[in-house]
Every structure is written in structure tokens, then in C-alpha cells.
T-cell receptor
Framework: GAGVSQSPSNKVTEKGKDVELRCDPI?????LYWYRQSLGQGLEFLIY????????KSGLPSDRFSAERTGGSVSTLTIQRTQQEDSAVYLC?????????????FGDGTRLSIL | AQSVTQLDSHVSVSEGTPVLLRCNYS??????LFWYVQHPNKGLQLLLK??????LVKGINGFEAEFKKSETSFHLTKPSAHMSDAAEYFC?????????????FGAGTRLAVHP
């Protein structure tokens, strides 16, 4: 079935480069979330989209991090001037009806390694 | 503030014996609670959810959890462990504020199953 799709599955890049991570949610899901999973911090919320707007971006760790969503579907998380502490697995999730606590469905994540 | 505490970072059981993964939560609101499982290099899969209906919740793969408000607990159990249950398990609270379910994760419990 068509679940949440994330690409690339793995990304290795040099410190200081910019990276873009892509998330394709389940068709029809209006809510989209980004999380980060790292050894030291566990799973952390980054940003929430409802449609194309982001009412909660409180988890973005710095202004090097940004995200957008277009057409109420695909989302891109961009990290500028990457640092070694950005190394983590970035997980995307989508939900059909967050107002009624429908669960979030997760992709397999993008494993980002900063050299 | 909302938080989740998973009382054991590692649990080891023999195949065929019961599983108990412990979780305590703190929430100012009537929370929604979830258990997710993560197999190596995979995303998070929903096992079960509690959203103020029955306090005993049955999930997939024979898992269940009981919501105990007086103890602020939501422990995950399974009568008989299978080798395929070896994974990391996350207890999650959703404070359901602002009309969307921003998830707050516990630190995770790694379950090992021995033959």
C-alpha cells in the first residue's frame, strides 16, 4: 500500500553543505510532521503542517532549518550549512484528522550523516 | 507540561514468556497515549492507541496496554514473546492542545528476545 515515502533513505554530506530531505505523505492526509531521532536527544518534534501552512515550527533547532509544503502534499526539510550535530535520522509522519486524534503514520526516515 | 517516562531502557525475555514494558506519563489534559514499535532501520509503526474509550486497549501482534489514571501508567504487555518482537518500543503522549496531536516520545525501551 502507499505509505509515507521519504527520500533519500541515506545521505552523507560534508560539513557546511546544504541538504534537502523529501517527504511524500499518504494521499489525502492533511497533517504532516517532521521529527528528528538522534542518539543523544531521542525523538524530537520539529515542525507541523496543516495543509501548506506551518502553525507550529517550535521544534526547529536553529534558523539553519526550514521546511515547506506545497500543494498540501510533498514537504521538503532543508538544512543549510550543515553541522556535525545535525547527524540524525529525520522522520516524517502524516495524519488524516489530527483534530480527532487520528494516529500519525511514519515513513522509514532519512539517515543523515555529516562528515 | 507533558512528559513520558519509560522505566526500562532495556528488557530481555525468553521466547514464549510474557513481555512487560513500563510507561508513566504526565499530562495536564486528558491525554491520548500511544505505543509505537521501531524495527532496525525502519520507521515507527503504531501498535495501539488510547483515546479515552476503554481503558484496556488491544493492539496489533498480540500486544495490549492498560490505561490506569490513578497510577498515571500505560504499560505494554504481551502474553508470549516471539523472536520477531525484538525491536525498540516507544511510549508516546499527545496532549492534544491546539487542535492537533503533537507527539511527545519516551526515551524508548529496547526489547531483546532470546530463544
Amino acid at each position: 500500500g502507499a505509505g509515507v515515502s521519504q527520500s533519500p533513505s541515506n545521505k552523507v554530506t560534508e560539513k557546511g553543505k546544504d541538504v534537502e530531505l523529501r517527504c511524500d505523505p499518504i494521499s489525502g492526509h492533511t497533517a504532516l510532521y517532521w521529527y528528528r531521532q538522534s542518539l543523544g536527544q531521542g525523538l524530537e518534534f520539529l515542525i507541523y503542517f496543516q495543509g501548506n501552512s506551518a502553525p507550529d515550527k517550535s521544534g526547529l533547532p536553529s534558523d539553519r532549518f526550514s521546511a515547506e509544503r506545497t500543494g498540501g502534499s510533498v514537504s521538503t526539510l532543508t538544512i543549510q550549512r550543515t553541522q556535525q550535530e545535525d547527524s540524525a535520522v529525520y522522520l516524517c509522519a502524516s495524519s488524516s484528522d489530527p483534530a480527532n486524534n487520528q494516529p500519525q503514520h511514519f515513513g522509514d526516515g532519512t539517515r543523515l550523516s555529516i562528515l | 507540561a507533558q512528559s513520558v517516562t519509560q522505566l526500562d531502557s532495556h528488557v530481555s525475555v525468553s521466547e514464549g514468556t510474557p513481555v512487560l514494558l513500563r510507561c508513566n506519563y504526565s499530562s495536564s489534559y486528558s491525554p491520548s497515549l500511544f505505543w509505537y514499535v521501531q524495527h532496525p532501520n525502519k520507521g515507527l509503526q503504531l501498535l495501539l492507541k488510547y483515546t479515552s474509550a476503554a481503558t484496556l486497549v488491544k493492539g496489533i501482534n498480540g500486544f495490549e496496554a492498560e490505561f490506569k489514571k490513578s497510577e498515571t501508567s500505560f504499560h505494554l504487555t504481551k502474553p508470549s514473546a516471539h523472536m520477531s518482537d525484538a525491536a525498540e518500543y516507544f511510549c508516546v503522549v499527545s496532549p492534544f492542545s491546539g487542535g492537533y496531536n503533537k507527539l511527545i516520545f519516551g526515551a524508548g525501551t529496547r526489547l531483546a528476545v532470546h530463544p
